[in-house]
């Protein structure tokens, strides 16, 4: 069986298992978990007799079949007594991982007057005469919907609203915890743009930005598009400029690191969903020259009649001027940088010696990239990372946070320009990314960001 990556895991459980206390007892548990492919997490120590020592030990595994398979061999062996096991995922998102709590405290009952009737109708007599300070007092000015149909979620695929909402609330809390962003996550039954639009249209006086999370291309442009035309708010897709924003950030740095030039870097870029054209627009916007966007029937050029629709249409008169054709095999030769947002395990190790000399390599598709990063360092690549590393959590703090700051109406290019050099600039010396567990660093991403939205400021 292969060996199992820690962080590209399906399934997480904690086991707790009673083991004879003697050297070596351990070792032995841990040298079967590896024998079938599975990964060694946490382990903790929980209780402790003369005789024997129980453990609680997360173990990662790929799929159900491997966990059974596992457990059914841990338990046959002698002298270890498995006694629980536990789903150390479900068990983290029991009850949701958010909750809408107050910012005041009501314990007396004058406290209470003032927060509700009769005081709270002065707050409301004054933004009906000043309708512009609704956001200061009121939560608007510091509350973010996150919508989402379920339909493209992470790299699980159409999943449904239900399913989706652990993503949300996910995103919710990384918000709240790196900007002190309150969100409301909101899930829509439908794969209509004009439903989806409507409903978020109507209820868009109780939010300061709007961002859709996860609904499939090219759904998803049609959504952005018609709704930022209707709103007065930011409408901030995160699969797309969140990537696009740290991806830019990350072709910064590493092409200082290898002594490259944007302007003279070939770049090939697979998938051709919400990512890959939010990414190609915002390298092409930068100064970036030679672009070729693969889908699944190969490269995408001016004039190609399989497989289009009006957005690859639109980026192909954008793109791959010299008009290559061919698999993405073949366009990936003698090009500098590969950048995935597609599928697992689409680029070979040969392909990516075919490239030219110190190559870079992003390969993001989660949660098991097109290749992984040993594989493309060991084939020549100068810099390999997957979606661990170069991910859209490092940008879409700091870019909500600095929009809600400036008071914006929309996300425009300098602001993700703004946080995507920050964030370069704020990467260890041989590093291409930051911390993202820095709070600082979402910080200085804010600031850039709500100066490049309003310079007077």
Same mark, same amino acid.
């Given at each position: 069986?292969?060996?199992?990556?820690? $962080?590209?895991?399906? *399934?997480?459980?904690?086991?707790?298992?009673?083991?004879?206390?003697?050297?070596?007892? /351990?070792?032995?548990?841990?040298?079967?978990?590896?024998?079938?492919? &599975?990964?060694?997490?946490?382990?903790?120590?929980?209780?402790?007799?003369?005789?024997?020592?129980?453990?609680? *030990?997360?173990? $990662?595994?790929?799929?159900?079949?491997? /966990?059974?398979?596992?457990?059914?061999?841990l338990k046959k062996l002698k002298g270890y007594k498995?006694?629980?096991?536990?789903?150390?995922?479900?068990? *983290?998102?029991?009850?949701?991982?958010?909750?809408?709590?107050?910012?005041?405290?009501?314990?007396?009952?004058?406290?209470?007057?003032?927060?509700?009737?009769?005081?709270?109708?002065?707050?409301?007599?004054?933004?009906?005469?000043?309708?512009?300070?609704? @956001?200061?007092?009121?939560?608007?000015?510091?509350?973010?919907?996150?919508?989402?149909?379920?339909?493209?979620?992470?790299?699980?695929?159409?999943?449904?609203?239900?399913?989706?909402?652990?993503?949300?609330?996910?995103?919710?809390?990384?918000?709240?915890?790196? =900007?002190?962003?309150?969100?409301?996550?909101?899930?829509?039954?439908?794969?209509?743009?004009?439903?989806?639009?409507?409903?978020?249209? +109507?209820?868009?006086?109780?939010?300061?930005?709007?961002?859709?999370?996860?609904?499939?291309?090219?759904?998803?442009?049609?959504?952005?598009?018609?709704?930022q035309e209707k709103v007065s708010i930011p409408v901030?897709?995160?699969?797309?400029?969140?990537?696009?924003?740290?991806?830019?950030?990350?072709?910064?740095?590493?092409?200082?690191?290898?002594?490259?030039?944007?302007?003279?870097?070939?770049?090939?870029?697979?998938?051709?969903?919400?990512?890959?054209?939010?990414?190609?627009? *915002?390298?092409?916007?930068?100064?970036?020259?030679?672009?070729?966007?693969?889908?699944?029937?190969?490269?995408?050029?001016?004039? @190609?009649?399989? %497989?289009? %629709?009006?957005?690859?249409?639109?980026?192909?008169?954008?793109?791959?001027?010299?008009?290559?054709?061919?698999?993405?095999?073949?366009?990936?030769?003698?090009?500098?940088? /590969?950048?995935?947002?597609?599928?697992?395990?689409?680029?070979?190790?040969?392909?990516?010696?075919?490239?030219?000399?110190?190559?870079?390599?992003? +390969?993001?598709?989660?949660?098991?990239?097109?290749?992984?990063?040993?594989?493309?360092?060991? =084939?020549?690549?100068?810099?390999?990372?997957?979606?661990?590393?170069?991910?859209?959590?490092?940008?879409?703090?700091?870019?909500?946070?600095?929009?809600?700051?400036?008071?914006?109406?929309?996300?425009?290019?300098?602001?993700? /320009?703004? &946080? &995507?050099?920050?964030? &370069?600039?704020?990467?260890?010396?041989?590093?291409?990314?930051?911390?993202?567990?820095?709070?600082?660093?979402?910080?200085?991403?804010?600031?850039?960001? @709500?100066? +490049?939205?309003?310079?007077? @400021?």
């Amino acid at each position: 069986m292969p060996e199992t990556e820690k $962080y590209s895991f399906k *399934i997480v459980k904690k086991i707790r298992v009673r083991i004879h206390d003697v050297p070596g007892a /351990f070792g032995q548990f841990a040298l079967e978990v590896g024998k079938h492919g &599975a990964a060694l997490g946490d382990i903790t120590k929980v209780h402790l007799t003369s005789q024997y020592i129980t453990r609680d *030990i997360v173990v $990662y595994f790929d799929n159900k079949k491997h /966990f059974s398979d596992t457990i059914g061999a841990l338990k046959k062996l002698k002298g270890y007594k498995i006694i629980s096991v536990e789903d150390e995922v479900l068990h *983290i998102h029991q009850g949701g991982k958010i909750a809408v709590t107050p910012t005041v405290k009501i314990d007396t009952l004058n406290e209470l007057r003032m927060v509700y009737t009769p005081g709270v109708a002065q707050a409301c007599n004054y933004i009906i005469e000043n309708p512009e300070e609704a @956001r200061k007092y009121t939560s608007i000015g510091n509350t973010v919907c996150i919508a989402t149909n379920g339909s493209a979620v992470l790299g699980l695929g159409d999943i449904g609203v239900l399913a989706g909402m652990p993503v949300m609330e996910g995103k919710s809390v990384i918000l709240n915890k790196m =900007a002190g962003v309150s969100c409301v996550p909101i899930l829509i039954e439908s794969d209509n743009a004009d439903r989806i639009v409507d409903t978020l249209e +109507a209820i868009s006086k109780t939010f300061s930005v709007i961002m859709i999370e996860d609904i499939k291309a090219p759904l998803c442009f049609e959504v952005e598009e018609k709704l930022q035309e209707k709103v007065s708010i930011p409408v901030f897709h995160d699969d797309q400029h969140g990537t696009a924003t740290v991806i830019l950030a990350s072709l910064i740095k590493a092409l200082d690191l290898v002594n490259k030039q944007k302007v003279k870097a070939h770049i090939v870029i697979s998938g051709a969903g919400a990512a890959g054209m939010a990414v190609c627009k *915002i390298l092409l916007e930068y100064g970036f020259k030679y672009i070729i966007i693969c889908d699944r029937k190969g490269a995408i050029y001016k004039g @190609r009649m399989g %497989n289009m %629709n009006i957005y690859k249409k639109a980026i192909a008169e954008l793109t791959n001027k010299d008009k290559e054709k061919g698999s993405l095999e073949e366009v990936m030769k003698r090009k500098d940088i /590969f950048i995935g947002v597609s599928a697992p395990n689409l680029v070979s190790k040969d392909m990516v010696r075919d490239m030219n000399k110190d190559p870079i390599v992003l +390969a993001l598709a989660n949660p098991v990239p097109e290749i992984w990063p040993k594989d493309a360092l060991e =084939a020549g690549a100068a810099i390999a990372l997957d979606g661990r590393t170069v991910n859209n959590c490092l940008a879409f703090p700091g870019i909500i946070r600095g929009a809600l700051d400036a008071c914006a109406s929309k996300i425009t290019y300098p602001m993700k /320009f703004k &946080a &995507a050099e920050t964030l &370069a600039a704020l990467a260890g010396k041989h590093e291409v990314t930051p911390n993202f567990m820095n709070p600082g660093v979402h910080k200085k991403v804010a600031e850039a960001v @709500r100066r +490049a939205a309003d310079p007077a @400021r």
